[in-house]
């Protein structure tokens, strides 16, 4: 066997092997948070995150199943429990726990959970994991919060179980505190579960691989990230741009600002200008911004390369503090995501100016999220049948035209989360959702047409009424084209009488009537002028585009829109 | 003889075409080129060709069982029929927006996979049922009437039905039905509350639209088939392997076509649980290593494992989510794009990444010297000395062990700074660990562990990477059994008659009501009894009963199995406890004070297995000498060795030799590590145990 120069060998394919490993064992550690999830947040829509770390708290392998939201702050947040806690305090059987917006992922609604990894004895590293619950206290999830202390308990970075005791006095607090104790109490068993099912099949490695330790293995993976990853950014041109958005904010219309430098070995962005804070939850923490940031730059410049600490490292995000962006203690952060979402079209109108034909025009951005609480009518007696309950969903707009394709319909970017089955969300209260449907006509015009968002229509059961509790964003600010493409449409919510309602915030829904929502779509991309006519006649045929549309924005002949709306009718592909 | 037993077992593959005709004890078997135009013709061929090797006549043959990748392939290649959907007024575009999640985050150039039916074919009715089947909205006659009249003028050969929650009342789509039989007699219908009655509208209306799209084409090829092999004498039954690994008759095959896919691999596996049945194994991991992809599936008392829903057609490196899902009964099996015709590159990382990219057969790894020029498996394979140039499928494809070398050294050697041997070994070792992982990741999600299983290998290329993969998984022993080239037509002869019947049906154990469950599994049962009698009258039939249950508030059920007797007289204890025990031994620990809710129910009914005899051990035990030797690569050892070469066919029952070695023969060769010993069992087997563990 010939050792070459350069040490390839038999021991690179063996820390190849290695790496490939330990990035499977931390999918197995997601799957069984998933599995044994209670909030549907994490096991129908996969938001939450898992990962495993070196002694120093690098981050080594990250699941790809779970949300970018908790990327980079995970990625960091280990680090926070080492300093908290200290290297002298770990012992075996620890579990350390913690839902601090600032030293966690961003608000309190995510629970951290850290346990240290021994083998043989010896510390070797630490798994974590992160997974969004659907209650924490307090207000509930929702903006209306004026200060961090109203949107629920607070978990300082601390032992959940020490030496494999479970901190009852702990236990008790959370239960105090929270309306679905049982539930959050469940999903902390399952974030344990899953860091232990993690840290059986790494003590599995290590006795196949005879190591004592992940130094061999840390420097192998972390040395080759950061190269490549290097390697990336030096290939390309240096340089220095300006970006912004702007989005609807709470109370008062939020301007995303950033200054993007390309320089040797790192990107950078600026969020220098940015909104300051706003007052009510959707301020983000800068750990929340940086995951967006980091994941937009990621997707466009090394979109290969796994997550780790030496991959992340070289973009680096700045901001003022007290932005929107760099929210500190004690702003209300529950919605979080309503900022962090947008914080990608924000770093791709810069972006694009440096790399022009890499990015896409903006999209519908943040989750088109609803919260409903159901309960039997107040306004006249109700049947001993109706109930109350609590039913949270997640949807997507349309994501923004590429340079080279449409947007997606409906799909989530920059999340990673999916929507919930309609029979399965009214499996879970008396909520009746009419309508979950495409949205002819959102998707922004243009040489690649944006994707369409979609209509939803929520009602109860008979002898129901709620509250329903408001995330949209882009009511005011669609999203805007790039290269000449044209706006998305905007969020519409409505009552089915016409009655007008806010995009953000708790509002009161009467017996028998339904609420009327229509979620954003992405903008389109060049010219529209640009686009090849038959993919005009084939969204024409698909109904993507009105005949309205095809006749007045698009500019197809009536006699063509008519032949072609009689092919579709006669069932004719295209 | 008794010719009574005469039966044929068929599997039409991606390449070849498989036919076993077993006679008592004898097997003859064979493998003709799959054709595509005329599927039938193949088997025809095939048939005529054992036939006459055996000296059987088609008269005599009793019963033909038959399995396909016709059903797959039609929905990979999006061949199928014309077809219309017709679902619930809102709700036009659940199977165009999915999941609404991008299954690869990271690439900003993602594709979404096009629904298998454009919007302009999809149609809505105003009508809704409330999630416990009562009516909110009711369905008009004359809406139908009219729809019908679009549908009629737009040439749709097949119908998909699917309204929400149908699973609970199926009222609105039997009255489309009936509708659509009184406008249109000859169009194929297919319901969503009888394909696939099971909540959650993304997967229930796929795999109805999946079924109605293939129905047209595998019935007239299923009728095509029972006429040419009847003007062949062949006027016996003919069944269909199903996807659960049962045996269904030709007819519900036709009606509901969806269940077919992926029958092979489904024969694949109950092959391995028959070996595993007559070698007393209870853990098996049955490992089938094809041209283009393995496939691995977990076989605990001679059953392989099975699930509710499976993803076809995967449009993205195979990546979960990229597919179609399809919720059908289905033998629980990973399948990743690692087979002997993977190809390999270098990444940014410099790290060596196999498939799914195939070099198929044309052009073929380059060894085959047919044009490919990119290092596949079998090039690294070759290299390391794992493969006869001379001796490759019995000597038919000669293979150029320079052309290999090139490919190696130019795509992955240069690029890393090692020579082609180096890269070869890393070459194996990635997909080897692949594979290892896929097992690993299939195995904790199945709440198993792997040291304890024994592998059974199988398919092309298997025994090749059997030795080295048992050593990364800690397995001690792996069969690679006699016949490993038809494994699946073989399986198809080993299955019993079955069909398992699904309903969603939501309770909680605080709301339980016996009476409820009682007659729905009693409703289940009867309905999948008359499936399986409609293939075999007389048979004894046994029922299985599982209910899918979870604490209230998660998503994943877990199954669980009921006796007969708990499922005549349903108690609410019994079944808190057996959910308490399942789940403490998947996850450790249960979870105190929370309520637990049931989801799922299923029926499956069935002839009993033929039962097997456990084989006798060999009595004595002989090493044999070889025949030649060559120099073999162990990644194990990290080095090459000197191996022993024996020919299979010159090995028998007690014969045994030390690894390093080489058992070649014309299907395949077995590679049996330094760490391994290899003997020949009492059925020819070869049996790979650790040294030291042969007793």
């Given amino acids: 066997m010939r050792q070459s120069s350069s040490g390839f060998s038999s021991s690179n394919v063996k820390f190849q092997v290695m790496w490939n490993r330990l990035i499977s064992v931390v999918e197995e550690q997601a799957q069984a948070l998933v599995r044994t999830a209670f909030s549907t947040s994490v096991r129908e829509a996969g938001d939450l995150s898992a990962g495993t770390y070196d002694q120093h708290g690098n981050m080594l392998a990250q699941a790809v199943t779970g949300t970018p939201g908790h990327v980079n702050a995970m990625a960091d947040a280990v680090a926070h ?115 232990e099912i993690g840290h059986r099949r790494l003590v599995e490695m290590m006795i196949e691989f005879k190591l004592n330790d992940l130094s061999g293995i840390a420097d192998y993976i972390l040395s080759n990230s950061r190269r490549a990853t290097l390697e990336r950014i030096n ?100 919605l979080r995501h309503v900022i962090g979402h947008m914080v990608p079209d924000a770093v791709y109108s810069a972006l694009d100016q440096l790399l022009p034909n890499m990015v896409p025009a903006e999209g519908a951005g943040c989750l088109c999220n609803f919260q409903v609480s159901l309960r039997p009518r107040t306004d006249a007696p109700a049947a001993s049948s109706t109930r109350r309950a609590e039913v949270l969903t997640f949807n997507s707009g ?135 006519t038959e993919e005009i006649i084939r969204d024409l045929a698909h109904g993507y585009i009105s005949e309205e549309a095809a006749r007045e924005v698009y500019g197809l002949k009536a006699k063509t829109i008519a032949e072609v709306l009689l092919r579709a009718k006669n069932g004719e592909r295209f | 003889m008794q010719h009574k037993s005469v039966r044929l077992g068929v599997d039409i593959g991606g390449t070849f075409t498989d036919v076993v005709l077993e006679c008592g004890t004898a097997q003859y078997s064979t493998k003709v080129l799959t054709t595509y135009t005329a599927p039938e013709n193949a088997i025809i061929s095939g048939m005529q060709q054992v036939c006459s090797l055996s000296g059987i006549d088609p008269k005599e043959i009793s019963q033909i069982i038959h399995g396909t990748t016709l059903a797959t392939n039609a929905l990979i290649e999006r061949s199928g029929a014309k077809t219309a959907l017709i679902t619930t007024n809102g709700f036009r575009d659940v199977i165009e927006m999915r999941t609404e999640s991008r299954f690869e985050q990271y690439d900003l150039n993602l594709k979404l996979p096009d629904p298998l039916l454009p919007r302009n074919f999809r149609y809505t009715v105003v009508e809704r049922m409330q999630a416990d089947g009562k009516v909110l909205i009711p369905l008009q ?43 249109m007699p000859n169009v194929m219908v297919s319901l969503s509350s009888q394909v696939s009655p099971q ?43 199903h996807s659960g690994g049962g ?100 990444d940014s990382m410099h790290q060596i990444r196999v498939g799914p990219e195939s070099a198929g057969s044309e052009p073929g790894p380059a060894c085959y010297s047919r044009g490919g020029a990119r290092p596949a498996v079998t090039d690294a394979d070759l290299v390391l000395g794992k493969l006869d140039p001379t001796n490759f499928a019995g000597g038919t494809i000669p293979l150029d062990a320079a052309a290999s070398t090139i490919a190696l050294q130019t795509h992955l050697g240069d690029v890393l700074k090692m020579d082609a041997q180096t890269a070869a070994f890393g070459l194996t070792e990635v997909v080897d660990e692949n594979m290892a992982n896929a097992a690993r990741v299939h195995s904790v999600e199945n709440g198993e562990d792997l040291s304890e299983y024994t592998m059974i290998a199988f398919g092309g290329a298997a025994p090749l990477h ?46 339980f009501h016996g009476v409820t469950i009682k007659n729905l599994l009693e409703g289940l049962r009867a309905e999948a009894t008359t499936f399986v009698r409609s293939c075999d009258a007389e048979s004894e039939i046994e029922s299985e009963y599982k209910v899918y249950m979870r604490y209230s508030g998660q998503g994943w059920e877990i199954p669980i199995t009921l006796t007969p007797a708990q499922a005549a007289n349903p108690v609410v204890e019994n079944f808190l406890t057996l959910f308490e025990t399942n789940y403490t031994a998947l996850f450790g620990r249960v979870v105190k004070g929370m309520d637990v809710e049931m989801t799922v129910w299923s029926v499956n009914v069935t002839t009993p297995k033929t039962s097997v005899a456990r084989l006798k051990d060999v009595a004595t035990t002989a090493p044999i000498t070889e025949h030649n030797t060559r120099i073999l690569f162990d990644p194990a050892l990290g080095r090459t060795t000197q191996a022993a070469e024996v020919l299979r066919a010159q090995m028998h029952p007690g014969n045994r030799i030390s690894g390093p070695a080489v058992i070649t023969e014309d299907e395949t060769t077995i590679i049996v590590p330094a760490s391994r010993m290899a003997s020949i069992l009492i059925d020819g087997c070869i049996d790979l145990a650790v040294k030291g563990e042969i007793s």
């Avoid at chain 1, 300093?83 to 608000?107: K, L, M, S, V």
């Avoid at chain 1, 430098?261 to 706003?278: A, P, Q, V």
């Avoid at chain 2, 729809?147 to 040439?155: C, R, T, V």
């Avoid at chain 2, 997967?203 to 088939?225: D, G, H, Q, V």
């Fill in chain 1, 81 to 195: 429990f080492i300093r908290r806690i200290g290297p002298e305090n770990f012992a075996e059987g620890d579990i350390y726990i913690t839902n601090d917006p600032w030293e966690g992922t961003g608000h309190l609604h995510d629970i951290t959970i850290v346990t240290p990894s021994y083998h043989k004895g010896s510390f070797v590293g630490f798994f974590a994991c992160t997974a969004h619950i659907v209650d924490i206290g307090g207000r509930g999830f929702g903006a209306d919060a004026n200060s961090i202390y109203e949107e629920g308990l607070y978990i300082p970075i601390m032992k959940f179980a020490d030496r494999g005791v479970v901190n009852k006095t702990l236990v008790n607090i959370i239960r105090g505190n929270v309306r679905e104790p049982d539930q959050l109490v469940g999903d902390i068993h399952a974030l344990a579960t899953c860091n």
């Fill in chain 1, 398 to 532: 349309g994501s923004g035209a590429r340079p080279t394709l449409d947007g997606m319909n409906a799909t989530a970017f920059p999340s990673g989360v999916m929507t919930m089955p309609v029979e399965a969300t009214e499996q879970v209260g008396p909520v009746i959702i009419w309508r979950k449907e495409l949205r002819p006509d959102s998707g922004g015009s243009g040489k690649y047409r944006g994707g369409l968002g979609q209509y939803m229509e929520v009602g109860a059961q008979e002898g129901h009424e709620f509250d329903i509790q408001a995330m949209f964003d882009r009511v005011n600010y669609p999203a805007n084209g790039r290269q000449g493409g044209d706006m998305g449409a905007a969020t519409t919510i409505a009552l089915d009488d016409g009655t007008p309602m806010k995009g953000k915030g708790k509002q009161f829904v009467p017996h028998g009537r339904k609420v009327m929502m229509a979620f954003p779509g992405g903008a389109g991309y060049g010219p529209v002028g640009a686009r090849q």
């Fill in chain 2, 247 to 346: 045996i269904i008759s030709l007819a519900n095959a036709a009606e509901f076509p969806v269940r077919l896919v992926e029958s092979g691999p489904a024969g694949g596996a109950v092959f391995a649980a028959d070996i595993a049945a007559r070698h007393g194994l209870d853990k098996v991991l049955s490992f089938d290593m094809g041209g283009t992809t393995a496939k691995i599936c977990l076989i605990k008392n001679q059953t392989p494992k099975t699930a509710r829903v499976f993803e076809v057609a995967r449009t993205y490196r195979f990546k979960k989510g990229s597919g179609m899902p399809i919720s059908i009964p289905v033998i629980d099996m990973v399948e990743i794009g690692a087979g002997g015709g993977s190809l390999a590159h270098v």
């Fill in chain 2, 466 to 511: 059997a030795g080295r993969l048992c050593e990364k998984l800690g397995i001690a022993r792996a069969l690679v059994p006699a016949g490993a080239g038809v494994g699946s037509a073989i399986g198809f002869l080993r299955a019993p008659f079955s069909f398992e019947a699904n309903r969603s049906q939501f309770m909680r154990l605080s709301d």
């Fill in chain 2, 199 to 241: 909540m959650r509208e993304y997967e229930r209306f796929n795999t109805t639209i999946a079924n109605a799209y293939i129905k047209p084409l595998m019935k007239s090829y299923l009728i095509r088939l029972q006429a040419c092999l009847a003007d062949e004498g062949a006027n016996c039954p003919i069944f269909l392997m």
């Fill in chain 2, 141 to 183: 006659r004359a809406d139908i009437e009219a729809l019908a009249d679009k549908i009629i003028a737009a040439g749709f050969e097949s119908i998909a039905v699917g309204l929400l929650h149908s699973y609970t009342n199926d009222s609105h789509e039997r009255l489309i039905a009936k509708v659509l039989d009184e406008k």
């Fill in chain 1, 235 to 334: 290939a390309l041109t240096p340089g220095q741009a300006f970006g912004e958005m702007r989005s609807d904010g709470y109370s008062h219309p939020v301007d995303l600002k950033v200054c993007l430098s390309i320089e040797k070995d790192r990107i950078l962005c600026d969020f220098e200008g940015t909104s300051e804070l706003d007052k009510k939850g959707i301020n983000c923490p800068l750990v929340y911004t940086k995951a967006y940031a980091c994941y937009a730059l990621k997707c466009a410049v090394a979109p290969e390369i796994p997550n780790n600490a030496a991959s992340l490292a070289p973009f680096q995000v700045i901001a003022p503090e007290n932005s929107i962006v760099n929210a500190l203690h004690p702003a209300p952060v529950a």
